[in-house]
């Protein structure tokens, strides 16, 4: 077989195994044991914005850098040990907010305060279903979320090497990682919409402001808001808010952005620059109902990614930060 069947092959035993996933999963898996699951969930995560807003972007992060390495099963929650370096701490993940976590953790410790429901529900399922209530604070569109996924049984930080897409990436790169987890170009493009909340730091995009060579992508007057807020020689750890127009709304004010060329990472302006992506871009700047009809399709494929519903796969983990003893 030569190496063009060898990858139609492989991509068609992936989308086997993920179609297998999602057959797994299902909306009322725990209708048995802990009924009330989704509304407990919902009153932790809605106590925790109402805590920080940041908490909405956070968590929404978090269950995309869990479910692109070794699919959604809570790994990236795992702290590391005496010898093992967890995903958490690679240079990918440290700047993942740690209200994203705390606003898991606390919506376990809520649910696990319901004797009935007690270890009976994933960390996995818990971040999904904070993932989607988070969203729905801050404006977005709602959707059922599949249940039924297990934790992870690890947690290594080489895992994460070449699996989560930088801000410098190009169209053809952002649609290559994406494939690799059976998301379409599509899925990429309205998930990146997640950008719509939450931060960046200086040194994340700081290459597209230098002076001498700005990106002919942005626009003037934006890169000058940016050369402002991150001069050089400023600590790369300042953060400024992704969506400068409605930082704390959910909505498709991300697209519109990128039309005027206020995206903030080169692998966001690239949606509106590139031909092949642009129409797409265009479109949901445009009719926000389609663009959130889109986003939910995505989540939910998101939500499919890699996950454990085999239990020598997978477990529930009595505190989302440790493995079971």
């Known amino acids: 077989m030569g190496g063009a069947g060898i990858r139609v092959l492989a991509a068609v035993l992936a989308l086997a195994a993920a179609t297998r996933c999602a057959a797994q999963l299902k909306q009322d898996y725990y209708a048995a044991v802990c009924p ?9 995560v809605a106590k925790k914005v109402q805590e920080t807003a940041i908490a909405v972007g956070a968590t929404i992060r978090l269950f995309f ?35 994203g976590f705390d606003t898991v953790i606390q919506a376990k410790a809520a649910v696990d305060a319901v004797p009935q429901c007690a270890n009976q529900v994933s960390c996995a399922d818990i971040l999904a279903l904070a993932t989607r ?23 290594t930080s080489t895992s994460v090497d070449g699996k989560l897409p930088p801000p410098s990436f190009n169209l053809d790169q952002l649609t290559a990682i994406f494939a690799a987890n059976n998301l379409s170009q599509t899925d990429m493009i309205a998930l990146s919409a997640a950008h719509t909340v939450g931060f960046a730091h200086c040194g994340t995009f700081s290459s597209r402001i230098q002076p001498a060579a700005v990106d002919p992508t942005l626009d ?49 302006q690239v949606l509106f620059s590139d031909d092949r992506s642009r129409p797409t871009v265009v479109q949901w700047s445009q009719n926000s109902s389609d663009f959130e009809q889109a986003f939910v399709a995505a989540m939910t494929n998101l939500g499919r990614v890699g996950v454990k519903t085999d239990p020598s796969q997978g477990n529930i983990r009595r505190d989302c930060a440790f493995l079971n003893n």
Do not use: M, W
């Open 36 to 44: 009330n699951l989704e509304s407990i969930v919902q009153d932790a």
């Open 133 to 155: 209530d988070a969203i729905v604070l801050a404006g977005g569109p709602t959707y059922p979320v599949e249940l039924g996924r297990l934790d992870g049984l690890s947690s």
């Open 220 to 268: 003037a007057s934006y890169a000058a808001e940016l050369q402002a807020a991150c001069p050089a020689g400023v600590d790369p750890n300042i953060a400024l808010e992704i969506d400068p127009i409605t930082p704390h709304a959910f909505d498709n004010q991300y697209f519109i952005n990128l039309v005027q060329g206020r995206g903030l990472f080169t692998s966001d």
């Open 65 to 99: 850098h869990d479910c692109f390495v070794e699919g959604c099963d809570a790994s990236v929650i795992l702290v590391s040990t005496g010898n093992n370096t967890a995903e958490k701490d690679h240079p990918s993940n440290l700047s993942l907010a740690g209200d």
